[in-house]
């Protein structure tokens, strides 16, 4: 990921590394990030999921539309720019969406990003079988993904997010910086293709959200102030 370098000259520049898993660590370790600099806390993201569920549960955000339900709607986000400034790309993915809401029976909510509806006009492209909606704030979108049936993405952080809540994920790149939803069965990689995409859906429809969540138990901020405590 072309923002990959900016993780990798913070980290290797740092004192204190807080990984968010097992595995994170490894690669600090394969990189040759000195081990006593590393401890692994849990993501911080689990935290700020749970808090900021409950705030939007205690303001009464719901974040759901009036005409879906939850469960019986899929959600979307598009925004990556090696998928929304290529015309090809992008419209090959909204093409799998649109397959995707007709084969299930459910809409696709898409909160479209203005530069992304900005390129579909400029590219002239149709979004057939998918509802487009404006952006809608944090809280509201938590309360979307955790009350949809699965979610299309090419963001890193909901694929974690949705690994949390335990909704399932099709991630619409050809790789990701989070390969622990992967591993954890959460989340499954299907790339631009609409055939990828609709068969991808088609596996993860059939999977029940029991998977363990690889990113801790929303206690990482408390270990990393005990942590920075103890030291400093």
């Known amino acids: 990921m072309p923002e990959e370098l900016n993780r990798i000259l913070t980290d290797h520049c740092s004192d204190y590394l807080f990984a968010p898993t097992d595995n994170a660590r490894a690669i600090l370790l394969g990189e040759g990030v000195p081990g006593d600099r590393i401890y692994v806390t849990g993501n911080t993201i689990v935290d700020a999921v749970n808090e900021n569920l409950e705030i939007a ?23 990556r720019q090696e998928n929304v400034d290529n015309r090809e790309r992008f419209a090959s993915i909204l093409e ?3 397959r995707v809401s007709r084969e299930f029976g459910m809409p696709v909510i898409y909160p479209i990003h ?9 590219f002239g492209l149709s979004a057939d079988g998918i509802t487009l909606v404006e952006p809608v704030d944090f809280l509201g979108f938590l309360r979307l993904e955790s009350n949809a049936r699965l979610v299309l993405t090419d963001s890193g952080g909901v694929q974690e997010e949705t690994c949390i809540l335990g909704v399932p994920c099709v991630t619409l790149r050809e790789n990701t910086e989070r ?4 591993m954890a069965g959460s989340n499954v990689i299907a790339g631009y293709y609409p055939e990828s995409i609709v068969n991808c ?14 990113f801790g138990d929303g206690e990482a901020g408390k270990r990393i102030v005990s942590i920075l405590e103890e030291n400093l």
């Open 96 to 98: 799998g969406m649109g």
């Open 114 to 122: 203005p530069r992304a509806r900005k390129n579909m006009a400029g």
């Open 179 to 182: 390969p622990e939803t992967v």
């Open 57 to 79: 549960a205690r303001k009464g955000v719901s974040g759901d539309l009036p005409h879906v339900k939850k469960g019986e709607y899929f959600l979307a986000t598009l925004h």
């Open 201 to 214: 859906t088609r596996v993860m429809m059939g999977e029940q959200p029991g998977w363990i969540n690889p």
